[in-house]
C-alpha cells in the first residue's frame, strides 16, 4: 500500500457527461501528480500541484481542470466526457516536487459508453 | 522533444532465468531516472531512482545501470519469480518543471 488514495476505483459514464475523481496524498507529501494511462499507452502527465498550487502543467485538455485543497487531497475534474477518455487515471504524491520519489495511488478506471 | 525508448516491448522468459530491459532516453538536461514496476490495472511501483552521477543500484533480485553519456540505462532482473510478471517502466525526470517522461514499457511474462 503506496499510501495514496484514490476513489472511486471504477467509473462508467455515458459521453458528453462530467465526472470527479478524488484522490488523497500520503501523510505529509505536498505534491500531487495526475496521469493518464490509455490503453497500451504509457502514462502520460498531466498536471501537477504543490502546497495547493498549480505546478507543472502536461498534456491535459481543455476539458479536464484539478485543483488541491488546503487539505492537500486532489481532484481531476473531466467534463464533455468522449469515448477516448476511457483510461486509467493515476494520482502520485511525493514529498517535494521531482526530485523525489513518487508514490502512486491505485488507479481509477474510466469507461465512456 | 524527450522521450523515452523501451526495448524490448515485450519478453517471455521461464522461471528462474534472468532478464536484461534497455532504457534509452533523450531528455536533456537530465536530473534523474527511474525504473517502476506496474502489476496490469495497479499503480506502479518505484524499484530504483539514479542521478545521473551513479552508474549502479540494486533493490533485491533487481540491479539498474545508467550510463549518462550515452543516455541509457539497463534493468537486470535475477533468478525471475512468478510474481515479476508485470511491466517495467523507465522513467527520466530533466529538473524543471514540466513533468516526468515515461516510457511505454516492457510487458514481462514469467512462465513456470
Known amino acids: 500500500d503506496s499510501g495514496v488514495t484514490q476513489t472511486p476505483k471504477h467509473l462508467i459514464t455515458a459521453t458528453g457527461q462530467r465526472v470527479t475523481l478524488r484522490c488523497s496524498p500520503r501523510?505529509?507529501?505536498?505534491?500531487v501528480y495526475w496521469y493518464q494511462q490509455s490503453l497500451d499507452q504509457g502514462l502520460q502527465f498531466l498536471i501537477q500541484?504543490?502546497?495547493?498550487?498549480?505546478?507543472a502543467k502536461g498534456n491535459i485538455l481543455e476539458r479536464f481542470s484539478a485543483q488541491q485543497f488546503p487539505d492537500l487531497h486532489s481532484e481531476l475534474n473531466l467534463s464533455s466526457l468522449e469515448l477516448g477518455d476511457s483510461a486509467l487515471y493515476f494520482c502520485a504524491s511525493s514529498p517535494r516536487p521531482m526530485n523525489t520519489e513518487a508514490f502512486f495511488g491505485q488507479g481509477t478506471r474510466l469507461t465512456v459508453v | 522533444k524527450n522521450q523515452v525508448e523501451q526495448s524490448p516491448q515485450s519478453l517471455i522468459i521461464l522461471e528462474g532465468k534472468n532478464c536484461t530491459l534497455q532504457?534509452?532516453?533523450?531528455?536533456?538536461?537530465?536530473?534523474?531516472l527511474r525504473w517502476y514496476k506496474q502489476d496490469t490495472g495497479r499503480g506502479p511501483v518505484s524499484l530504483t531512482i539514479?542521478?545521473?552521477?551513479?552508474n549502479t543500484k540494486s533493490n533485491g533480485r533487481y540491479t539498474a545501470t545508467l550510463d549518462a553519456d550515452t543516455k541509457q540505462s539497463s534493468l537486470h532482473i535475477t533468478a525471475s519469480q512468478l510474481s515479476d510478471s508485470a511491466s517495467y517502466i523507465c522513467?527520466?525526470?530533466?529538473?524543471?518543471?514540466?513533468?516526468?517522461?515515461f516510457g511505454k514499457g516492457t510487458h514481462l511474462i514469467i512462465q513456470p
Open positions: 501523510s505529509g507529501d505536498l505534491s
Open positions: 500541484y504543490y502546497n495547493g498550487e498549480e505546478r
Open positions: 539514479m542521478t545521473f552521477s551513479e
Open positions: 532504457c534509452n532516453y533523450t531528455v536533456s538536461p537530465f536530473s534523474n
Open positions: 522513467v527520466t525526470w530533466g529538473g524543471g518543471a514540466d513533468g516526468l517522461t
